[in-house]
Nanobody, 125 residues
Framework: HVQLVESGGGSVQAGGSLRLSCAASGYTSSRNCLAWFRQAPGKEREAVAVIYTRGDSKYYSDSVNGRSTISQDSAKKTVDLQMNSLKPEDTAMYYC???????????????????WGRGTQVTVS
């Protein structure tokens, strides 16, 4: 079955950088949506960056656009989120999520993401 395992979270001072990594396994499709979501206490889970693995189309939320880069290594089945110029409001639990065997429009649908990792905490002070 499909598994997603996040790593790379931690505590950092405002203005710093972190690189989150998600290792995916258990599927063979090359057409997938892989995404990073985040959820802060008392707030809804939001998508911050999404990549369609066939063709490399990317989406960023307004909150991280210009400060973050999502990238994939299709051979290793990893998707990374490089976050720069971190702000205290970036503090949240960050989750990797996937839509396997997807069409591009699936990447726009929060409800289409059916596979989730356990999350990694990012704290910016």
């Amino acid at each position: 079955h499909v598994q997603l395992v996040e790593s790379g979270g931690g505590s950092v001072q405002a203005g710093g950088s972190l690189r989150l990594s998600c290792a995916a396994s258990g599927y063979t499709s090359s057409r997938n949506c892989l995404a990073w979501f985040r959820q802060a206490p008392g707030k809804e889970r939001e998508a911050v960056a999404v990549i369609y693995t066939r063709g490399d189309s990317k989406y960023y939320s307004d909150s991280v656009n210009g400060r973050s880069t999502i990238s994939q290594d299709s051979a290793k089945k990893t998707v990374d989120l490089q976050m720069n110029s971190l702000k205290p409001e970036d503090t949240a639990m960050y989750y990797c999520a996937a839509v396997i065997s997807a069409i591009p429009s699936h990447c726009e649908l929060r409800t289409a993401f059916s596979v989730w990792g356990r999350g990694t905490q990012v704290t910016v002070s």
